[in-house]
């Protein structure tokens, strides 16, 4: 009798486990369905964006930006942007991600070099494994916190008084639905951005104020619209990492206490077999 009461205790936490990876399921593809919707209109403003930054640089063709186009220098000082996830439960999402920038590390010149965290999990990794204290946090990463977070990051990059000689973002893209795959995207110097936006068109502009005004402001756009789309592009991956990992739990849920049934079942009929021969055997 004690092995089939722990038995209907474990058959009572699986369903209960079942349940709440179920729901989580549920909740992350809802979130992610609702990010997918925004997610045409954001890559149409970056793509529009890079664009027309692209065309007003042509007309000014003496530009250049000290922050955003720095001399080389023989002290670096580079900035490093590693975006991760705000919660858990999300299979290797986190693991992949880490293990990729742990490739990067090495070239990177602790004395010199300044840190910026952004999930929950990237702050625990950067601070607790690697004993690195970021000079900037941001825990909470939702679809609501995009633009202030990324308007942020461009206030810290161009107000610095020693501009960076480098500024790089690690993190995860959605290639699939079921393929998230970690990346490095360079922002400053800009020139790296500037090798992967559209040609410029042959309009002609009349410019009612500076063209070097014009072109730094649509330049620090371009930074915080590529900001905000890796921040978007991460927080979506996420979502459809948690739903495969909370869809996989629950199937092995379900195996699990099928199983656990018929274990249960075969038990107590074996007990009742028994009960039953040792009742006839004493008539």
Same mark, same amino acid.
């Given at each position: 009798m004690a092995e089939l009461m722990q038995i209907r205790q474990r058959i009572a936490a699986i369903a209960t486990i079942k349940k709440i990876t179920h729901a989580m399921r549920l909740i992350s593809m809802s979130s992610h369905t609702r990010l997918k919707t925004k997610e045409k209109s954001l890559t149409a403003y970056t793509k529009i964006l890079t664009a027309l930054f692209q065309t007003a640089k042509s007309h000014v063709s003496d530009w250049h930006n000290t922050v955003l186009q720095p001399s080389p220098s023989t002290q670096e000082n580079q900035l490093v942007i590693l975006i991760g996830s705000d919660k858990g439960l999300c299979g290797n999402f986190n693991t992949t991600l880490f293990y990729f920038f742990e490739?990067? !590390?090495?070239?990177?010149?602790?004395?010199?070099?300044?840190?910026?965290?952004?999930?929950?999990?990237?702050?625990?990794? !950067?601070?607790?494994?690697?004993?690195?204290?970021?000079?900037?946090?941001?825990?909470?990463?939702?679809?609501?916190?995009?633009?202030a977070i990324a308007r942020a990051l461009v206030d810290h990059i161009t107000l610095k008084p020693t501009p960076y000689q480098s500024v790089t973002v690690f993190s995860?893209?959605?290639?699939?639905f079921f393929l998230q795959k970690p990346e490095k995207t360079i922002l400053i110097p800009f020139e790296a951005l500037l090798a992967t936006m559209p040609e410029s068109d042959n309009s002609d502009f009349y410019w009612e104020q500076n063209g070097q005004e014009v072109v730094d402001f649509l330049a620090k756009q371009v930074i915080k619209g590529t900001l905000e789309y890796l921040l978007f592009q991460s !927080?979506?991956?996420?979502?459809a990492s948690r739903f495969i990992s909370m869809d996989n739990s629950t199937r092995n849920a379900d195996r699990l206490l099928e199983s656990t049934k018929l274990q249960y079942n075969k038990l107590r009929q074996a007990t009742i077999t028994k009960e039953l021969a040792e009742l006839s055997g004493s008539f």
């Open positions: 490739e990067y !590390l090495s070239s990177y010149n602790p004395e010199t070099t300044t840190y910026v965290a952004i999930g929950k999990k990237a702050i625990d990794y !950067l601070e607790q494994k690697k004993k690195i204290i970021p000079s900037l946090v941001y825990k909470q990463l939702s679809a609501n916190s995009l633009p995860n893209i959605l290639k699939t !927080l979506i991956a996420e979502q």
